[in-house]
T-cell receptor, first 117, second 108 residues
Framework: GAGVSQSPSNKVTEKGKDVELRCDPI?????LYWYRQSLGQGLEFLIY????????KSGLPSDRFSAERTGGSVSTLTIQRTQQEDSAVYLC???????????????FGQGTRLTVV | ELKVEQNPLFLSMQEGKNYTIYCNYS?????LYWYRQDPGKSLESLFV?????AVKQEGRLMASLDTKARLSTLHITAAVHDLSATYFC????????FGAGTRLTVKP
């Protein structure tokens, strides 16, 4: 596609429910990132996928958070048993990476604003 | 773990003034990026810096990279109101980590 696409753009959920957030990266981009941004704050790294390598999950805040990337393309971030502190904007980014390629500039989607009530 | 520190976190400027935002990082990397974020919007790429001594300029903004000092600067010349936004630096050291952002407000 032309850019990184995220859905839904807004999600309101009740505390304790599970949610799934979707990211469709730019076609051909092998690297995919998930970040969380709370109101007025910076970007908190969550998880990083690079090609077929095992993902870097070091930023996931708890075991309620998980992410998958199917077929090296679309990614889904799942939050189980949502809590109010999970309310934030979840941003996805992708970048082109090939062996020896220097520029790893990341391109961002518009984000999913999650509100847990 | 790669740490990225920006300062200042908040910056209020008068139009026409100059200022510099600093970005320090903790491990060796020669891939540094600057982004702009407007309120309620996503991040927009501003500069890509890929080598020691790299300098990029776009309008009133100029970014530079010193990989030996692990420091990048974003210099603002003769600020105008349209530059009001939050600016983030990001460093790629196996994965992409961001600074906390500098919220810039330019006042008339």
């Amino acid at each position: 596609g032309a850019g990184v696409s995220q859905s839904p753009s807004n999600k309101v959920t009740e505390k304790g429910k599970d949610v799934e957030l979707r990211c469709d990266p730019i076609s051909g981009h092998t690297a995919l990132y998930w970040y969380r941004q709370s109101l007025g704050q910076g970007l908190e790294f969550l998880i990083y996928f690079q090609g077929n390598s095992a993902p870097d999950k070091s930023g996931l805040p708890s075991d309620r958070f998980s992410a998958e990337r199917t077929g090296g393309s679309v990614s889904t971030l799942t939050i189980q048993r949502t809590q109010q502190e999970d309310s934030a904007v979840y941003l996805c980014a992708s970048s082109l990476y090939r062996r020896g390629w220097v520029n790893t500039e990341a391109f961002f989607g518009q984000g999913t604003r999650l509100t847990v009530v | 773990e790669l740490k990225v520190e920006q300062n200042p976190l908040f910056l209020s400027m008068q139009e026409g003034k100059n200022y510099t935002i600093y970005c320090n990082y903790s491990t060796t990397s020669d891939r540094l990026y600057w982004y702009r974020q407007d309120p309620g919007k996503s991040l927009e790429s501003l500069f890509v810096l890929l080598s020691n001594g790299a300098v990029k300029q776009e309008g009133r903004l100029m970014a530079s990279l010193d990989t030996k000092a692990r420091l990048s600067t974003l210099h603002i010349t003769a600020a105008v109101h349209d530059l009001s936004a939050t600016y983030f630096c990001a460093v790629d050291g196996n994965d992409m980590r961001f600074g906390a952002g500098t919220r810039l407000t330019v006042k008339p």
